[in-house]
């Protein structure tokens, strides 16, 4: 089963349970790397139904001050694409991954190769924030081509013409940004997030979900209202970095995952 | 040989950014071009360059600094430009966009400074709102500049997160700029960025070599043999060079800092060792690792510190148009106290580092008549100078 595949049939089995997707963002090498496995393990086991993997950026420009951090103590410790993809060949994990970050990491890689690379260890697709359609016919002939998902952006400013093209190319979902503005836990979500999503369901039967902002399981409960799922990335990665050195940090990201998850079939 | 609508010179340019600018880059593209062709827009422009800025500036010929390097030198003064330096051309051109189009609020990222004096400076005229961007160790070293701004009724935000220079102001005015985009422009202070800044800022500055080229013809009868520029994001050079890429004759010249030296990896030369990459919405070349993380830089000059450079000389280094060399601080340092001394000219640092190929073998011949784009004056960098040399 390629990647997109099997998202595909994660969101089939969820709309089956009539739940929402729970999406959890963590940065690969926040923790150091070699406990990314006991962090995905107690991402899936908390209910996590998709993971989306931060490879860290020097430059993150879509990321809010708790993501940028984490990216930095990440590169400090002198994580890489190459072990990223090594960490995870040796990982078997039970829900799709997905790999998150930016163009610039996966053209100093090599495309082809990279891509490659990403599906032979099991990842089910990409989200690069700050590749836009209009410059990524390459990337998109070799995400088809290796069966990567191809997550793209949708944005509260995006125009019709925009968001026919996003909603025609993504797949996997379509990632709806919930307001202007970069990753960061945010009090509340705001209504222009609905309206994004109505415009893209409107336009393409992939599935949508909603993120940045989302921190708090009413949160997740009133996107999951309006949309496929909900997208939780600066919340976990703070948990992380707070109670990570824990001896029971396993067991707390397990329970604030359930709690998340709990919203999802509300 | 460029063009504009896809934002790409060669292979160089476009947009690598977050979906949630692009309409905003869209608007501003379609905006601009309207500007640039509507003869309202050019008159008002071309007033403010004449009456505010003070253009067209001065060609000044340097019969000592002629005679200390054996060349015909000649200086274009940007450094007489309102505010001391080229960068008040682009920030009234994007200042005036910005009125155009609505917005009210107005950011900027800063490195040396003389962009945020000069975006500050069109705001208070133009009563537009305006944020500055400033990298922590910039706010330090060139805290005149901070002053004058706060002074225009900017306000001033250091930036503390990564290199706490000029590549990381220009990432939090990124992050600023996709949060506020509805009602705010960014005024990007050089010829990177995504499309439509390298296209457009090329198009705000290219003033300064139209002027010098005119300048030339009447007073010497002939164009210079070269025309020497230094690069930290690619403005003043482009805007010099523009004039002359048609005029095959007119040797190229663009100095980027070579901080250390370019062996010891402490610079921001990455048309000279870096190689192409994305950073801050464009593919260029870029001072990173094998595995495309951006490389801390290092130079005197904080307006040059910058591991990026603008698309179109990405491009004109590839098809061989520009040579790009660098220059040293410590050769900069000197050139710096040279023209000071043989000229009583006081250049900027970043404008130190074009002066100092004049001092370089093998890059132009004996008696060549040589244009150097005094970028900016140095007042600036007293404090640093001060701490610097001792005299
Ligand atoms: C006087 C002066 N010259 C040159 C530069 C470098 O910028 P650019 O390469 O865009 O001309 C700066 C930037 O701060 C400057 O202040």
Not at chain 1, 32 to 53: H, K, S, W
Not at chain 2, 230 to 259: D, R, T
Request: aromatic content about 6%; some cysteine; proline content about 5%.
């Amino acid at each position: 089963m390629t990647g997109r595949e099997r998202l595909e049939a994660t969101f089939e089995a969820l709309r089956g349970r009539r739940e929402g997707a729970l999406v959890a963002f963590v940065t690969a090498g926040d923790p150091a790397l070699d406990r990314l496995p006991a962090v995905l393990g107690a991402l899936a086991e908390g209910g996590a139904d998709i993971v989306e993997i931060g490879v860290p950026f020097s430059d993150p420009i879509a990321d809010g001050p708790v993501i940028q951090a984490s990216s930095f103590r990440a590169l400090e410790r002198g994580t890489t694409p190459r072990a990223i993809l090594e960490c995870l060949s040796r990982v078997d994990c039970p829900v799709p991954l997905l790999l998150m970050g930016y163009w610039n990491t996966v053209l100093r890689f090599g495309p082809e190769e990279f891509a490659t690379r990403a599906a032979e260890v099991g990842v089910c697709g990409t989200i690069l924030c700050d590749a836009i359609p209009e410059e990524m016919d390459e990337w998109f002939a070799v995400s088809r081509r290796t069966g990567l998902a191809n997550v793209l952006l949708a944005a509260p400013t995006s125009s019709p013409q925009r968001l026919d093209a996003i909603a025609r190319l993504a797949s996997g979902f379509v990632y709806a940004v919930s307001r202007t503005g970069v990753t960061g836990a945010r009090d509340e979500v705001p209504a222009e997030a609905r309206r994004l999503v109505s415009d893209l369901r409107a336009r393409a039967s992939t599935p949508v979900c909603v993120g940045f902002g989302v921190s708090k399981p009413e949160h997740v409960g009133d996107i999951c209202r309006f949309a496929d799922g909900a997208i939780v990335g600066s919340r976990l990665v703070a948990h992380l970095h707070e109670t990570g050195d824990r001896p029971d940090w396993e067991a707390s990201l397990r329970t604030l995952v359930a709690e998340l998850k709990a919203a999802t079939r509300a | 040989m460029v063009v504009p609508a896809s934002g790409r010179f060669g292979p160089y340019g476009g947009r690598y950014v977050p979906e949630t600018l692009v309409p905003a880059l869209d608007e501003l593209a379609d905006e601009f071009q309207r500007a640039w062709a509507d003869e309202s827009f050019q008159d008002e422009f071309q007033r403010l360059l004449r009456e505010y800025v003070g253009r067209p500036t001065p060609l000044t010929d340097c019969p000592r600094l002629s005679e200390a390097t054996g060349l015909k030198v000649s200086v274009k003064r940007e450094d007489l430009c309102h505010t001391g330096a080229h960068k008040i051309n682009n920030a009234i051109g994007q200042c005036l966009l910005a009125k155009r189009m609505g917005k009210k609020r107005v950011i900027a990222e800063t490195g040396a400074g003389q962009h945020g004096v000069a975006t500050a400076t069109a705001c208070a005229a133009f009563d537009l709102r305006c944020e500055v961007y400033m990298g922590e160790e910039d706010c330090a070293r060139q805290e005149l500049n901070v002053f004058r701004m706060r002074l225009l009724g900017a306000k001033v935000i250091p930036v503390s997160s990564g290199t706490r220079t000029l590549k990381d102001a220009l990432n939090e005015a990124m992050r600023d700029w996709v949060t506020n985009v509805r009602t705010t422009h960014y005024v990007i202070g050089t010829a990177a960025g995504p499309h439509p800044y390298p296209y457009m800022v090329r198009q705000f500055q290219s003033v300064i070599g139209f002027e010098a080229k005119r300048q030339c013809e009447e007073r010497y009868g002939q164009l210079p043999d070269a025309v020497v520029a230094c690069v930290g994001g690619g403005s003043n050079a482009i805007g010099v060079f523009h004039a002359f890429v048609p005029e095959e004759a007119v040797q190229l010249v663009g100095v980027e800092a070579g901080g250390c030296g370019l062996e010891s990896g402490k610079h921001a030369a990455p048309l000279n060792a870096g190689s192409p990459g994305v950073l801050h919405g464009s593919y260029s070349y870029l001072m990173q690792d094998e595995h495309g993380q951006v490389l801390p830089t290092h130079s005197v000059s904080a307006g040059l510190d910058y591991p990026g450079v603008g698309a179109e000389h990405s491009y004109l280094k590839d098809i061989g148009r520009v040579r790009y060399v660098s220059a040293t601080d410590d050769e900069a340092l000197s050139a710096f106290q040279q023209v000071s001394r043989l000229e009583g000219l006081i250049p900027a640092f970043e404008t130190a580092h074009a002066f100092a190929a004049l001092f370089q073998p093998g890059l132009f011949r004996k008696g060549d008549r040589v244009m150097v784009c005094m970028s900016g004056r140095g007042d600036k960098d007293m404090v640093a100078a001060s701490r610097l040399l001792q005299l």
